[in-house]
Structure formats: structure tokens, C-alpha cells
């Protein structure tokens, strides 16, 4: 895939629901965005903002009320089958993915897709294993029921039925909500391998600035049905004010920064994770510019 094409585009993005009714409701409204091969991108706004009606639209779960979404440069709604097509191709992990198990076995419910897909026999084998790994699966746990395993387990079981159908984007929705420390930064570093090994666009939502800050290298802000920033961690955290104006927290190192300079040191806007800051402090102590 060329890095320079984008793999999809959103073109005058509006979405409406029960359009016509009493309880109309404009979910997005005229969004612009490209995402591209090997781009990390974090997804970030207040509840109601439109992030998940957004990534819905990314895979054809729902149709634009007006404007399109191009995969390649086509309209995912082009005709039935392309449609079809491109739910292989851009794979959505939902929120709580554990709850949609149901196979007999791990390994059964991660072939499902690919299964699907019409994929068979030694290559199906060897998308489950590699799936499997991607996520930090045990060989041993295929063929146990998911249903025996703990929570981040059926997380990293349910991520892998997804990753198995080896989509070129992957979107997640809030893939570590609910798990331990521990859970989410295996989660997130199992994210990060799928990414790089197969050049693939990721789009995570995330209510977690800390994480986006760190794994993420771009960041689209929603906040009211439309795109309200667009850009690299360290651009977008310079807004800390207004980001918390939107309702959004901000990374606790970015806040703290903030303070300082308001209390007359001059330290840098952009600083959006611990180690950066660590970086430009010790600048400071040198006497170098920071």
C-alpha cells in the first residue's frame, strides 16, 4: 500500500438519525478526514460527540444521510457486495468485544471470520495462530472455551477474531476499558505490534489521554458532531484549555506543565508524556533552550 494514498476518506460527512421525526438528531455533520497505511490515529471527545457514529461509518455499519466514504478511492456503498467486501477489510472491535463470543472454542471463534471470508484448511490455520500471537494468546488456551477464561483473556480472544480476517484498518473502540493496568498496556502493546508488522491504519477510540498521548501519532478531536482538531499529540495538547472546555481531560504531565508556566517558567506548551517532560526539564536545569 502506498503511505502517500489514503486507504480511506470520509467526503462531507453527515449522518441523521430518525430524520423526519420528532426525535431527529444530527449525529455528525460535514466531516473531512483521510487516514493512511501505518497511521496510528486516536479518536478522542466527550460522550455524545460522535466518535462512534463516526467509526460506524468507517465499515459501512452505517450509511452516510449525505456524503461518502471511499475505501481506495470507492464508495463503500458503491453496490451490495462491495459493501460486504470492505466489513473484511476494515474490521470494527466494539466496545466490550468479550460479550459477542459465542464459538465452542477460542480457536473456533477467531476462525469465524476468516471462515467466512472463505478462507479453509492450512491457511485458515495459520491466520488463527498468527491472529493468536498478534494478541498474546497461549497456544494452549485455543481450545479451551472463551467462556472459561478471564475477561482480559475473551478481550484478546474477541480482538483476535477481528485481526484473523487481517483487515488493512483496524478500529477499536475503547479497546481497554474496563481491564487492570497490567491488561491495558499489554492490550495496547499488542496494537501496536498488529500495526507495524502489517503496515495496517489503526483508529482507536479511547476516553484515555494518557494512552492516546503515548501510542497514537495523530489525533482527531470530535466535539459536537464535527472534527474540532486535527493533528500530532504535541500539537493538539498545546490546546489543553480548550480541550478541557470540551469536556476532555488532558494527560496529567501536560496539566502540570501548564500550571508551572503560569507560574512564570518558561517551559513548552507541548508536552504531552512523561518522558518528553523529563527531556525538557533536564534541558532547563542545563541551561539549554527548551
Known amino acids: 500500500m502506498d503511505p502517500t494514498k489514503p486507504i480511506l476518506e470520509v467526503k462531507d460527512l453527515t449522518h441523521v438519525y430518525s430524520s423526519g421525526t420528532p426525535f431527529e438528531h444530527v449525529a455528525v455533520e460535514h466531516i473531512d478526514l483521510s ?4 497511521e496510528l490515529v486516536g479518536v478522542i471527545g466527550h460522550t455524545g460527540s460522535g466518535k462512534s457514529t463516526l467509526i460506524q461509518h468507517l465499515n459501512g ?12 478511492g470507492e464508495d463503500i456503498w458503491k453496490d451490495k457486495k462491495f459493501t460486504h467486501f470492505i466489513r473484511s477489510k476494515v474490521g470494527l472491535v466494539f466496545q466490550y468485544p468479550e460479550y459477542q463470543l459465542f464459538e465452542e472454542t477460542c480457536f473456533k471463534d477467531i476462525a469465524f471470520g476468516p471462515r467466512n ?31 472459561d477464561l478471564s475477561g482480559g483473556q475473551k478481550r484478546r480472544v474477541a480482538i483476535a477474531g477481528v485481526i484473523a480476517m487481517e483487515p488493512d484498518v483496524l478500529i477499536l473502540d475503547e479497546p481497554t476499558a474496563g481491564l487492570d493496568a497490567a491488561g491495558r498496556e499489554s492490550i495496547l502493546e499488542n496494537i501496536k505490534a498488529y500495526q507495524q508488522a502489517q ?13 492516546v498521548a503515548r501510542l497514537c501519532s495523530r489525533l482527531i478531536v470530535m466535539n459536537h458532531g464535527s472534527v474540532a482538531m486535527d493533528g500530532v499529540p504535541a500539537e493538539v495538547f498545546t490546546h489543553s484549555v480548550e480541550l478541557t472546555q470540551m469536556g476532555l481531560s488532558v494527560p496529567q504531565v501536560t496539566t502540570v506543565f501548564r500550571l508551572l508556566r503560569e507560574k512564570g517558567l518558561a517551559l513548552p506548551a507541548d508536552v504531552y508524556t512523561v518522558g518528553y517532560a523529563v527531556d525538557r526539564l533536564l534541558e532547563r536545569k542545563e541551561g539549554r533552550p527548551c
Request: no cysteine.
Open 117 to 147: 471470508q472463505g478462507v479453509s484448511g492450512d491457511e485458515l490455520e495459520a491466520r488463527v495462530r498468527r491472529a493468536a500471537g498478534f494478541v498474546g494468546l497461549k497456544e494452549e488456551w485455543l481450545q479451551k472455551s472463551p467462556f
Open 61 to 72: 455499519l452505517l450509511k452516510p444521510s449525505s456524503g461518502k466514504v471511499l475505501f481506495k
Open 35 to 38: 487516514f493512511y497505511p501505518g
Open 199 to 211: 503496515n495496517a491504519a489503526v483508529i482507536m477510540v479511547s476516553h484515555s489521554m494518557e494512552e
